[in-house]
């Protein structure tokens, strides 16, 4: 029989099982996973009651990204009106969020998808021109964060000696909607996947006694090419009126 009090002394003092990316091993529900869908519902529903102006405050624009640059970021917790474009993305989350959560840990995990996410948005930045209408074309949608996690899950599977094909034929399938479909930001899918390969890799092949150092590490690096690519593409651009 022990104490209560030596039990907790106990725990306190013993390791937390580690997954073989560094991860702690957690028991319940993805939490992280289940409050990024939680807020984008939570947006889509106020994009609805509000009759656009929710989008218009938060959707990314490259036009107005050097000065209001929140938008690389909050456009990913917003949608088109229509019921599937939330739908897809937020089941696209669920199939590989959970996943990636338990293998990376949280911490790791969020700094993957909010990357992600602003990697999307610079992508659309970096592939807009100045002096057409893409420059003043609103985009919104997770599907950027969505694609780098399922650029980050390749090398996973492959560190754990399964099969990533299924994922590879996806992600094509996705790349490839543009050619039939209008109204699909096929930029954001690259800027995401190419920052979710990245990051994906790096956590993948970092050996054990440095998966500290590159889960902060990676991600602060990419942040840094992120940011440095926008002031770039900025700088290069023709200044446009305001409409």
């Excluded at 998966?211 to 440095?228: E, F, H, R, Y």
């Amino acid at each position: 029989m022990q104490c209560v009090d030596c039990v907790a002394q106990a725990a306190k003092a013993s390791r937390s099982a580690r997954t073989v990316f560094g991860g702690t091993v957690r028991g319940g529900r993805p939490v992280v996973t289940l409050t990024i869908i939680g807020l984008c519902v939570v947006s889509w529903v106020l994009q609805l009651a509000t009759g656009g102006a929710w989008t218009q405050q938060w959707a990314f624009v490259p036009v107005f990204g050097d000065e209001e640059p929140w938008r690389f970021l909050t456009a990913a917790f917003l949608h088109s009106t229509s019921p599937l474009h939330i739908l897809f993305n937020m089941y696209a989350l669920w199939l590989v969020g959970p996943f990636l959560e338990q293998a990376f840990g949280r911490g790791r995990f969020i700094a993957l998808y909010l990357l992600a996410a602003v990697g999307g948005s610079v992508g659309v930045l970096l592939l807009a021109d100045p002096l057409s209408t893409s420059w003043l074309t609103p985009v919104v949608g997770a599907s950027g964060a969505v694609f780098g996690l399922f650029g980050a899950i390749i090398p996973v599977l492959r560190r754990m000696g399964r099969n990533a094909g299924q994922i590879v034929v996806l992600i094509a399938i996705n790349m490839a909607l543009p050619f039939f479909m209008d109204n699909i930001a096929w930029q954001a899918h690259v800027g995401g996947l190419v920052v979710g390969l990245v990051i994906g890799a790096g956590y993948a092949a970092a050996p054990r006694e440095r998966q500290k150092l590159v889960g902060w590490a990676l991600p602060t690096a990419v942040g840094v090419v992120l940011v440095a690519l926008t002031v770039w593409k900025y700088s290069t651009a023709v200044s446009l009126p305001m409409l």
